[in-house]
């Protein structure tokens, strides 16, 4: 319920689609994880496609909680700081299954 190293997984030039920087993702993840009392994520068919310094995972995720449910594809897309794999872009798509994506579905070659 802390964020703890959470923020660290994250790319500096993270952006959000809802207009999001990181700051501002963490503290909306922590607000929200704040409300609930049971946490329970699962994920199923991880997809990874890595490109030089860029990858994209796709994966089923299924959350559940005391209070909140919610199921489909989440995707994440990595660009490599430092030499450290770090989230710069998440996606995730409600009640749908996509079929694995690669690196150039994103960034293009």
């Known amino acids: 319920k ?3 190293h959470y923020p660290d ?3 500096p030039d993270f952006h959000h689609p809802k207009g999001y920087d990181k700051k ?3 503290d909306v993840m922590f607000g929200a994880a704040k409300k609930f009392s049971i946490i329970a994520i699962d994920i199923r068919n991880i997809n990874t496609s ?3 310094d860029r990858a ?3 994966f089923h995720q299924v959350f559940k ?3 909140y449910a919610d199921e489909g594809t989440k995707v994440l897309l990595f660009k490599v700081e430092n ?3 770090l989230i710069i872009k998440e996606l995730f798509f409600m009640g749908q299954k996509l ?3 690669k690196v150039d579905d994103f960034w293009g070659p």
């Open 2 to 4: 802390e964020p703890g």
């Open 9 to 11: 997984f994250y790319h």
């Open 24 to 26: 501002r993702w963490v």
């Open 50 to 52: 890595i490109l030089g």
């Open 56 to 58: 994209i995972s796709s």
């Open 65 to 67: 909680s005391d209070a």
């Open 83 to 85: 030499g450290k794999p």
């Open 99 to 101: 079929e694995p994506l």
